[in-house]
């Protein structure tokens, strides 16, 4: 069965607290595969109670909430705390569009192809993306069989009529790259931008971005996946109504509990940014990921048998200083092709990663989270290690 980008799949049996206190660390399955963003449960254990909200059983009965937005079941203190994070962070331009929020930025996904495919076409509208492309586009794409809209992979060798989606994801997940339109000489496409991993963490933030459509979430900003909060900044308030109709079909808006933890949560991060301390959210990242990707570079030069991709240097805003990408995932290759499929090797070792072929590439790649707890993320880079002895012997046997 293909999984979800971050739920479903046995792998979850292995990552259960208890069991984790059981398994010696030898035996312990390590699951990088999803991008579970357990990188930052450190970061607010030490933040104690400062995003502690209280909320008592006589709030939130009503499907409506207290806004002047259009989106209808928008917590106010959510779209001021997002609106203010933008600012603060200077990565989009809020303040000129709609705000819409969703279960996770997932549920925009849905919601942007139900407003951009028009509904009144014979044929579906065709949905595409650079490979390596998110491995949840093509889920997306397909699984309803919709007759609005479907799946029709590769942006960069797409060559059909007529209206098309096109996903623009920035930094891309899985490779890092600062990607731009991948389909060119036609002004017939609609672009959603997703800008989930666009973040002092992930990458130098040097653009404001202001496109028709950007997806943001919770998960990757924050840490906060379970709270399943997104938010897309939409320009043209036609969409805007298009995606909210979406969500009230669907879900018929999204938790209140969930929208006031998240309002509380951005509210921190905002008010850590001024910080030069490790209580600055994004500098405690950004710090955290500089390091693991430091330590994963050292290793897969070590080993000689694997690649990474390198990233340039540029100047971010926010943080003020020069610094490279440094992906929420490491996108590995077997190098000369010597493991075809990487990912079974490496499952081999205890180790799961999402293969290559998801990502629309292939099967001597595999993308690696770069988002899990320390604890496993020393396991991984030491079994990598005790990887390269074997992988010398394979190949000395093999003259
Ligand atoms: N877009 C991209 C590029 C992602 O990587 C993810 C999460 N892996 C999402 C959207 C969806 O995130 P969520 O549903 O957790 O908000």
Redesign the pocket.
């Known amino acids: 069965m293909v999984g979800t980008?971050?739920a479903t799949s046995n792998n979850l049996k292995n990552t259960t607290p208890n069991e984790t206190m059981r398994v010696p660390s030898s035996d312990k399955v390590i699951n990088l595969d999803q991008?579970d963003p357990t990188v930052y449960e450190e970061y607010w254990q030490r933040m104690g109670d400062k995003c502690t909200v209280v909320i008592s059983g006589s709030q939130s009965l009503s499907y409506f909430a207290k806004s002047k937005s259009i989106c209808w079941f928008l917590e106010s203190a959510l779209e001021d705390s997002i609106r203010q994070l933008h600012r603060t962070v200077g990565n989009a331009s809020a303040d000129d569009h709609y705000i819409v929020v969703g279960t996770?930025?997932?549920q925009l996904?849905m919601a942007s192809l139900y407003a951009l495919c028009p509904p009144d076409r014979v044929q579906p509208t065709h949905v595409v993306a650079a490979t390596p492309y998110?491995s949840?586009y093509p889920e997306i794409g397909s699984f309803m069989r919709s007759t609005l809209y479907e799946w029709a992979g590769d942006a960069k060798t797409y060559k059909g009529e007529g209206p098309f989606v096109e996903f623009v994801?920035f930094p891309n997940?899985p490779d890092g790259e600062m990607r731009e339109v991948a389909v060119k000489g036609t002004t017939e496409g609609k672009l959603v931008h997703?800008l989930?991993?666009y973040w002092p963490q992930y990458t130098p933030i040097n653009v404001c971005a202001n496109h028709d459509i950007m997806?943001f979430?919770?998960?990757?900003c924050t840490g906060h996946?379970g709270s399943?909060i997104?938010w897309a900044l939409v320009k043209d308030e036609v969409v805007a109504r298009k995606m909210i109709k979406f969500m009230e079909v669907t879900t018929i808006g999204v938790s209140k509990e969930a929208q006031i933890r998240a309002a509380k949560i951005l509210e921190v991060v905002t008010e850590s940014c001024p910080s030069l301390g490790p209580e600055n959210f994004f500098q405690h990242s950004r710090l955290i990921m500089a390091d693991r990707w430091k330590r994963l570079r050292e290793v897969v030069k070590e080993m000689e048998f694997f690649s990474l991709l390198d990233y340039p240097k540029s100047y971010c805003n926010f943080a003020n200083v020069y610094s490279t990408t440094q992906p929420a995932f490491a996108w590995m290759k077997s190098d000369e092709n010597k493991i075809k499929d990487l990912e079974k090797h490496l499952k081999g070792e205890k180790i799961l990663t999402r293969n290559g072929n998801r990502f629309g590439t292939e099967s001597n790649y595999v993308r690696i989270s770069m988002l899990s707890t320390n604890e496993d993320f020393n396991i991984f880079l030491e079994r990598m290690l005790a990887m390269k002895e074997t992988m010398e012997a394979v190949q000395y046997n093999g003259i």
Do not use: P
């Open positions: 980008e971050e991008g996770g930025s997932t996904i998110y949840c994801t997940n997703d989930a991993y997806l979430t919770l998960s990757k996946a399943r997104g």
